[in-house]
């Protein structure tokens, strides 16, 4: 209605009045009101054109004068859209038309004439009008000088700025006012700005602070206002001017990267007293800002704690812009505004911006409210808005956004936001199917982000579909080019086919790839590819984030076709290989678009989507970029370099590398074109990380042209964002340079070291000699390091570089100055000191000074580089402790460096101070890596420092510990947390060092059971991280972050060697946790860790031990062992039999047993193996022995080894089928006697060794009834001798004298004979296979059993005699090669003894060192106790006894054990002691080892030491005490040997008690003995003759114990006719015993039944009444003696069969002394049978003389003859020889006694009473005759 009515009054000719005035003035508000940011000019002039109208008609009359004021202020408001840059221009006539009326009619508001005038100057400089702005200027200045003082700074400072006067005039004139000086330097710091367009310079910064300094100079004072008459006064400025002063300073300074400036504005600031809401918020909003500075450096790597910090600034920011609104401050709304625009640009990316999305809603809407000029933010916010809802699927909302923008722009993003647009509306579901290819691509786009993330794989065929929209045929092609089809190789193709599979693949790729040439010829010329291209883009985005990568890549070649940019020829390589043409090389016309900055950096991301697709493909192919191709091995076969096919896929894997390559650089490229650093900062990120591997395994120079060409890029660029980046960049470029001279000084250095040792280098001598180019190189790297060492300290750019970083580069900069040596010194004293002064702050200066001189001590570890004096690792150490680290990583690589330093010197406390600092920074390296960029350090890095520090403290422990087990265990947790670090860090290396640490420092804590559980836990971890490094470093990949390692200054570790190490420390752990198991009985979780460990490892030596101790375990457990046995067949038969035998002794089965024993042996072929043969053979045969398998087969095995002895190994080893003639019992009728010289050929002791034990097996194993037992006996005695002939008679050297060659020849000289010392020391230094010594004997114990096993067996057989040269061998044997003089003591007394029961007892061999030898050797008792002391805690040896025991009770079951016990030894020698009456020499030695048996948990020797204790007791007759003793013996249980000495003991005891009823209490004992030894005999049946003497002689010790305590009787008491009867039975077992110990081939003792037998029965005759009774006892009795003395006859007999002539026979041998014992026993019998005939015949004789002749005839004529066979006639027979008898007995008595005077009159008495009765009969038969 307004329009309707103006129109009508403006219509037709009208006066010009006020009201036309007035109308027209209306009429251009209305126009104004739709005025936008996005009107045009032209709609803009309309509007002015009516207020210019208006102007000029209100300008005629004064009366409308006013009306000229009014149209200026609607003009202004209306034309208020134009007044930015750009568009000012349009406004110089129309705005100097205002001014120049407002002018003519002299307005009074001189404010506003002088603002208009501000503005008109501001157009005509933005029209570039600059003389009429600087004439209009000057004139302006005159009149606000003169009327509005207080807008002269205004135009001051557009005079300043745009130079609109000569400077001379504007300096005078800022001298002239603070306010004025302020705002001169201000803007001279921004015209600055504007036209150098480069980081600024510290007199920027120097400015800066001027300026800081004037605004706090004036901080109190207060003066005149500026708007005076005379501005041209000194005046101070206003409190409100300073505040917009200094925050205006702020901005400024936060806009040339100085913070500091900023900050201490904002401290100035926040002191003002009075401020306005708006300063207010734009000192929050400045204080965000300087937030975001402060983590500037940290913000570019967009880690999640610098995007967390940025956001947490958006949301603070989006706060104070609500309250901007709410408080209607649009100045504060759109600072506010810009900063938050500033702030969420960096988020402006596809994983981030969704998180700014509401901050841009409300930045949108606030400016749109307030219709906000800012129209560029306008239209950047709604642009990104629009991608922000394009990607959500909000399709409606980003076309909104999309048209907004379009509205806000200002023209230069029309193409891109139109072209957005149309793409748009073409993939929008309202619109109708499009007939384009284009528009149908960009809906199946749509529907591609329309698909659920789970129907992932429905993607891909629409994407190819979109491909082939846009390029039917070509894109298909490239679809092939990725088809993998070609490549498939069958399974078990060898080498050759694998390789033409390759380069099939490698050729089909190029092929398919060189069809794309020609494309953008194919296509229309005309035609716009915009659309196109944008399509190929977004399919290319789309398909790298579905990860698509076939498509992807096709997309990116596509659209890269457009991008014939310069650079792109001299980046592609690939083409070169691969045949490929690029058709953007043809000449191709580039569309007008394709130059906007927006396509370029389309282009750019495209680049870098190309290049990580390309990248993935190589990936595929199993090779990193730039990494070359390995030809593949192993079972397919070798591959050659040169081999053809090889050639072509090689070239090609590199060709993709060099394509890679150049996307990323051509990205970078784009980046420098157009201006924009993020691109190139981008490109250098990702070469970087995909090069990681490279640059781990410090190949620097392999990516020198690539890093080369990005630092030209850095350095291209006017502003550089990120100088972290670009120092890195310089230090991998300057290493690049420098390291093949590092490699090449670092051999030489190596080379001079190693052949002038001693030799101090120079610095002459310690650098390489360096031509031109060379010269040149190290010179463009230390100008590199050295701006990069400038940027680090930060005085250049206002950024400072992490310390990380800077501590980086100087590595690289002190490895440069070496190869300078010219300039070493001086750069130390001149170039680092002057680039660490320029340091920020003194805390820098302090890291620095750490840094370098931790580079001195580096770089002086190498001694081809020592030119300066070390500083001291103490002081360092307080310097480092000092600093202020802002990067805690950094700070743990300087305090594990200086303990590396201070561990070399040995100065363990530092080490200790050292690595305690660096351990207590775990949690803040941990979390510094979260926080900061990890560009050098990451985790990995971090856990190896970690591990290394923790190395160096445990052994600084170990070293200080001293012996104290608490510091010992520490540094054992501490090498437990190093191997703990290195897990974590996937180290392999430091795994195995630390793992060799703790195994290496906890060997002696192995022998401790309470010690080695407490390892059990730890030892487990460390084998599973040995496990698990070894397993992710097979394939030599580092994963994690990249770190920077140093230069190498040597050659690398052999990684055989650490191979071989960590193999070794494996096997050494799995072992030792297997014997810990063991400890447990945790059999199968041994054999499960074992398992494991063995799949784990490779076949190599290391694997040996550990299949053993499976095989053992599965030994232990039942389970097959064949497989692991087969396992071992690449070693030789000997050690499968080795194993075959150990398996034998594991096992719980008799079957299994014998499976192994017998494979133990038959896998023995080879002639060298012949010996263990033997052994295995003898060991076989022992088994089946005691395992009650026929004595046949074990005798059998025994012979064969008998066989194999006397052949020897060569003649055994060839299979013949003869039989050997085995000596017979007449060939060894004498010990030096024919079977001697038989035997001579055998020298060697090791045969003869054998042989003994051979034989004893035998004679053990046969009949002891049979002739074969007493054979292989004396065959074994005489190999003894051969030894002892072998040995003894040796020759000390050509110049001594010869020892005696003969050995004793009778037992007298055995019993004297002591072995020479000189033979002694001669035994222990000889090696000669002919001599005893421990080369000939190699099982010393072995050796002593079967000696000891000879001895019992010739003293069963009553050959006590020859015992002694067993016992001097045994003797010899214990004392020279074992070495144990405690065992020696042993055999020496029971050579004593022996002497002593052969009679030999005045000049025995060792009669005079008695009580030494009954003695415990003090060393031995000490090493006793202390393994007691050390079982306390262990355990280990009551494990080691108790399972001995349970191997059953079997004769050899001390074989089993590798050594004798002391405690066994020492209850020996108390035997030997108590058999000798040295009682107290005997308690002792049992007290002592009955203690040391129950500490160690030997339950046998303790059962017998304690039978042996009751013995004593008993001799003491201290009865019940042995009861007692015996007692606990009995509940403690052990063998055969146990049962019978305890039974005999007891029934000692219990006869010495004498309490009631003894004699049943005996016959119990005896009974309960017998019955356990039956027992036995039921479980051993090939020891049934052997358990079946013990029975006998137990009944026979029954049976003499009744006659003796009836014999004890008192005489006057009658014999009941329960003890005739007993007495009777006793004599019944006697004889009994008698004839099954004669059968049993024990004569001696079957003489001795006979003998005791005889005197029961003599006992018994002499208490009955019954003439014939007594009759018949007599002559019983008088048989058993006659048997005893015919048993010990033919022992006598055979005794001297086994000497050669009659001197040799020893009439003082036991036998012979039994002989004669019984012999006088027989006559003494016999005298009491005369005796007792005699009394008869006394008392006829006294019974006739009472009687007549007739009485006396008539009984002679009644008596009948006596019958035959009647006792009466046996009587009369026995009395008639009885003379003979006694006369014969006496006679050979006293032959054989000429030196026992003892017997002699013993024989003396007894013929005086048979002289005496036999005189007595001649009387009684005189008087007979007489009468």
Not at 432 to 437: F, I, L, S
Not at 941 to 947: D, K, P, Q, R, T
Request: charged fraction near 25%; aromatic fraction near 6%; hydrophobic fraction near 40%.
């Amino acid at each position: 209605m307004s329009s309707e009515s103006l129109k009508m009054n403006l219509e037709g000719n009208l006066q010009e009045d006020h009201f036309l005035c007035q109308a027209l003035l209306d009429q251009g508000v209305l126009k104004s009101l739709q005025v936008s940011p996005a009107t045009t000019v032209e709609d803009i002039n309309e509007a002015v054109t009516y207020f210019l109208k208006a102007i000029e008609m209100s300008k005629k009359e004064p009366s409308t004068h006013s009306l000229v004021f009014n149209a200026s202020v609607l003009y202004f408001r209306t034309v208020r859209p134009l007044l930015q840059p750009g568009r000012c221009s349009e406004l110089v006539p129309s705005l100097k038309q205002v001014v120049e009326s407002l002018e003519e009619v002299g307005d009074q508001d001189h404010s506003w004439r002088a603002e208009l005038s501000i503005e008109l100057v501001k157009c005509l400089l933005d029209s570039g009008q600059v003389e009429d702005a600087a004439s209009f200027a000057k004139v302006t200045e005159t009149f606000i000088k003169s009327h509005s003082g207080h807008l002269y700074p205004r135009l001051y400072a557009l005079q300043v700025r745009h130079k609109l006067a000569e400077d001379d005039l504007l300096r005078e004139a800022s001298e002239e006012c603070t306010t004025l000086k302020v705002i001169y330097k201000i803007k001279e710091i921004k015209r600055w700005m504007e036209v150098n367009e480069k980081t600024p310079t510290e007199d920027e910064a120097v400015k800066l602070k001027e300026i800081f300094s004037l605004l706090v100079d004036s901080a109190e004072l207060t003066g005149a206002p500026v708007n005076s008459s005379h501005p041209e006064s000194s005046t101070r400025i206003q409190l409100c001017d300073r505040v917009d002063f200094l925050l205006e300073l702020a901005f400024l300074s936060l806009q040339m990267k100085h913070r500091n400036v900023a900050a201490d504005c904002l401290k100035q600031l926040n002191l003002a007293r009075e401020l306005n809401t708006e300063q207010s918020i734009l000192m929050e909003c400045l204080d965000c800002e300087i937030n975001i500075l402060k983590r500037d450096p940290k913000m570019n790597n967009y880690s999640r704690a610098s995007v967390e910090a940025r956001l947490k600034e958006i949301d603070k920011l989006d706060q104070l812009l609500q309250a901007a609104v709410r408080e209607d401050r649009p100045r504060a709304v759109q600072a506010v505004c810009a900063t938050q625009w500033n702030f969420c640009l960096p988020l402006l990316q596809h994983n981030l911006r969704k998180r700014i999305k509401t901050p841009l809603l409300k930045l949108a809407q606030v400016l749109e409210d307030m219709q906000s000029m800012l129209l560029e933010v306008r239209c950047g916010v709604h642009s990104e808005l629009a991608v922000i809802m394009e990607e959500e699927g909000d399709m409606e909302a980003s076309r909104t956004h999309l048209q907004k923008a379009m509205m806000l722009d200002n023209g230069t993003q029309k193409e891109r936001l139109s072209s957005a647009f149309q793409l748009l509306q073409l993939g929008s579901p309202l619109h109708q199917t499009p007939d384009c290819p284009e528009g149908k691509a960009a809906m199946l786009m749509q529907q591609v982000r329309d698909i659920p993330s789970q129907h992932s794989t429905e993607r891909h065929p629409i994407l190819v579909s979109i491909g082939l929209l846009l390029a039917p045929n070509d894109f298909q092609s490239l679809m092939d080019a990725e088809s993998t089809s070609t490549s498939t190789v069958p399974i078990g193709s060898t080498g050759s086919e694998l390789m033409a599979s390759l380069a099939a693949k490698a050729q089909h790729h190029s092929i398919c790839v060189e069809r794309l040439n020609g494309y953008l010829d194919r296509q229309r010329k005309d035609q716009d590819h915009t659309v196109r291209v944008k399509l190929w883009a977004m399919l290319a985005k789309t398909a790298r984030k579905q990860e698509v990568w076939d498509v992807c890549r096709a997309a990116c070649r596509f659209c890269l076709l457009y991008d014939d940019g310069p650079s792109k020829r001299s980046k592609t390589k690939e083409h070169k290989s691969s045949g490929e043409k690029s058709s953007a090389e043809s000449h191709h016309p580039r569309r007008g678009n394709e130059n906007s900055v927006h396509s370029l950096r389309l282009f750019a991301e495209v680049c870098f989507i190309s290049a990580e697709a390309t990248v993935h493909k190589l990936f595929e192919e199993g090779v990193q970029l730039n990494s070359p191709a390995v030809p593949p091995q192993g079972k397919v076969g070798g591959v050659t370099e040169e081999d053809p096919h090889w050639v072509v896929y090689r070239d090609w894997i590199s060709a993709l590398s060099s394509y890679a390559t150049s996307g990323f650089l051509r990205g970078g490229e784009i980046g420098v074109e157009i201006g924009e650093s993020w691109l190139v900062e981008n490109a250098a990120v990702y070469l970087w990380n995909y090069n990681h591997h490279v640059l781990t395994a410090g190949e620097y120079h392999f990516l020198l042209p690539t890093f080369q060409n990005l630092v030209e890029m850095f350095q291209r660029m006017k502003t550089i964002r990120n100088h972290t980046l670009y120092v890195i960049l310089c230090d991998a470029v300057a290493r690049g340079l420098i390291q093949p001279l590092v490699a090449r000084d670092c051999s030489k250095t190596s080379g001079e070291s190693r052949t002038e040792k001693g030799i101090k280098p120079t610095a002459s001598t310690s650098s390489v000699r360096l031509d031109n180019a060379a010269l040149q190189e190290v010179q463009r790297a230390s100008e590199l390091c050295d701006y990069a060492l400038s940027t680090s300290s930060g005085h250049l750019t206002g950024e400072t570089v992490p310390v990380a970083v800077r501590k980086q580069v100087l590595t690289t900069w002190m490895q440069i100055k070496k190869l300078l040596p010219q300039q070493w010194k001086k750069a130390l004293s001149t170039s680092t000191l002057e680039i660490f002064k320029k340091s920020e702050n003194d805390e820098d200066a302090a890291m620095n000074r750490v840094l370098v001189g931790l580079e001195m001590l580096h770089s002086n570890k190498n001694p081809g580089h020592k030119n300066f004096l070390d500083p001291s690792p103490s002081a360092l150490a307080d310097m480092a402790s000092e600093c202020s680290w802002s990067d805690a990583v950094v700070e743990l690589q300087v305090w594990c460096q200086l303990a590396a330093v201070c561990h070399n010197v040995n100065d363990h406390s530092l080490v200790l101070r050292c690595t305690q600092t660096a351990l207590q920074l775990e949690e803040a390296a941990a979390k510094c890596l979260s926080t900061t960029p990890c560009l050098l350090y990451g985790p990995t890095a971090v856990n190896e420092m970690l591990s290394s520090a923790a190395c160096l403290r445990g052994l600084s422990l170990v070293c200080k510990s001293n012996g104290s087990p608490d510091s010992y265990r520490e540094a054992l947790n501490v090498f437990l947390s190093a191997v703990s670090f290195a897990e974590k860090a996937d180290s392999r290396e430091l795994c195995v060092t630390a793992a060799g640490h703790f195994w290496n420092n906890c060997l002696p804590l192995t022998q401790s059971l309470r010690d080695r559980w407490w390892m059990k836990e730890h030892l487990e971890k460390i084998l599973n991280a040995l496990s698990h490094t070894s397993k992710n470093n097979k394939h030599n990949k580092k994963r994690g972050l990249v770190t920077f390692s140093e230069m190498p200054h040597e050659t690398p570790k052999n990684e055989a060697t650490n191979d071989d190490k960590e193999l070794c420390l494996r096997a050494a752990i799995t072992g030792l946790l297997v014997c810990i198991q063991n400890d447990k009985e945790e059999y199968a979780c041994s054999l499960q860790l074992l398992d494991k460990t063995l799949r784990e490892m490779p076949g190599t030596k290391h694997r040996l031990p550990l299949l053993e101790y499976r095989i053992l375990q599965k030994a232990r457990l039942g389970e097959s062992i064949e497989h692991d046995i087969q396992m071992l067949s690449d070693e030789n038969g000997q050690c499968c039999s080795l194993m075959w035998h150990k398996a034998a002794l594991f096992a719980i089965t008799l079957n299994q047993q014998l499976t192994c024993y017998q494979k133990a042996f038959t896998t023995l072929m080879s002639t060298e193996s012949q010996w263990q043969k033997v052994e295995f053979l003898l060991e076989f045969g022992e088994w089946l022995y005691c395992h009650n398998f026929p004595t046949s087969e074990a005798q059998n095995q025994v012979q064969l080894a008998i066989d194999i002895l006397h052949l020897g190994p060569e003649q055994a080893s060839e299979p013949d089928d003869r039989n050997l003639k085995t000596e017979t019992y007449e060939d060894i009728l004498g010990v030096h006697g024919q079977f001697t010289k038989n035997l001579s050929s055998l020298k060697e002791v090791c045969r003869l060794d054998q042989l003994v034990g051979a034989h004893t097996l035998l004679a053990i194993m046969s009949d002891r009834a049979s002739s074969q037992h007493q054979h292989n006996l004396l065959l074994a005695f005489t190999f003894v001798l051969q030894i002892l002939q072998q040995t003894i008679p040796l020759k000390k050297g050509q110049s001594c004298a010869v020892m005696d060659q003969s050995l004793p020849s009778t037992t007298k000289e055995w019993a004297e004979y002591i072995c020479p010392e000189e033979a002694r020391q001669i035994l222990k230094t000889t090696s000669s296979p002919q001599c005893i010594n421990k080369h000939s004997i190699v099982k010393p114990n072995q050796s002593l059993f079967f000696l000891r096993l000879l001895e019992k067996e010739l003293r069963s057989l009553s050959l006590d005699h020859l015992t002694l040269p067993i016992l001097h061998l045994a003797e010899i044997i214990a004392h020279d090669l074992l070495e144990r003089q405690s065992l020696s003591d042993l055999y020496r007394l029971r050579i004593v003894n022996t002497c002593a029961e052969l009679g030999f007892d005045s000049h025995p061999s060792y009669q005079g060192k008695l009580p030494s030898l009954s003695k415990i050797p003090v060393p031995e008792q000490i090493k006793c106790h202390k393994d007691m002391m050390y079982s306390q805690e262990t355990g280990i040896l009551t494990r080691k006894y108790n399972q001995r025991a349970k191997l059953g009770e079997e004769i050899f079951s001390e074989r089993l054990s590798e050594d004798v016990s002391s405690q066994n030894i020492w209850r020996e020698k108390a035997e030997v002691c108590l058999s000798l009456g040295l009682y107290q020499s005997a308690r002792q030695l049992l007290v002592e080892a009955q203690m040391v048996a129950k500490e160690f948990g030997d339950k046998s020797v303790e059962a017998k030491t304690l039978i042996s204790l009751a013995a004593i007791a008993c001799e003491e007759q201290k009865y019940a005490t042995a009861m007692i003793v015996l007692d606990k013996a009995q509940i403690l249980k052990g063998d055969h040997d146990f049962w019978y000495h305890l039974t005999l003991i007891r029934v000692t005891a219990v006869v010495g008690q004498q309490e009631e009823d003894w004699q049943t209490k005996v016959g119990q004992i005896i009974k309960q003995g017998c019955e356990a030894l039956q027992l036995i005999a039921g479980l051993q049946v090939n020891r049934a003759i052997e358990l079946r003497f013990m029975i006998t002689s137990l009944e026979k010790r029954g049976a003499v114990e009744c006659i003796k305590a009836i014999a004890k009787a008192p005489p006057a008491e009658a014999f009941s006719t329960e003890d005739v009867e007993r007495l009777m039975a006793a004599c019944d077992t006697l004889s009994a015993s008698a004839d099954a110990l004669t059968k049993l081939n024990y004569g001696q003792k079957a003489a001795e039944a006979h003998r005791d037998c005889a005197n029961g029965l003599r006992l018994l005759s002499s208490k009955v009444n019954d003439v014939e009774e007594k009759h018949r006892y007599l002559i019983d009795a008088v048989s058993q003696m006659q048997l005893a003395v015919s048993l010990q006859e033919h022992v006598v007999l055979r005794d001297q069969r086994l000497f050669v002539s009659q001197e040799s026979f020893d009439s003082s041998m036991n036998s012979i002394r039994k002989l004669l014992q019984v012999q006088l026993g027989y006559a003494e019998l016999c005298l009491d049978v005369l005796e007792e005939h005699c009394s008869e015949q006394k008392r006829k004789a006294l019974s006739c003389v009472k009687k007549t002749s007739a009485e006396i005839a008539v009984e002679e004529f009644t008596r009948s003859s006596p019958q035959p066979g009647s006792t009466e006639m046996e009587w009369q027979t026995t009395v008639r020889t009885l003379g003979q008898t006694i006369l014969s007995l006496l006679a050979a008595a006293n032959f054989q006694t000429l030196d026992n005077m003892e017997i002699k009159a013993h024989c003396l008495s007894l013929m005086e009473k048979y002289r005496r009765l036999t005189a007595a009969q001649e009387e009684l038969l005189g008087s007979n005759i007489s009468s």
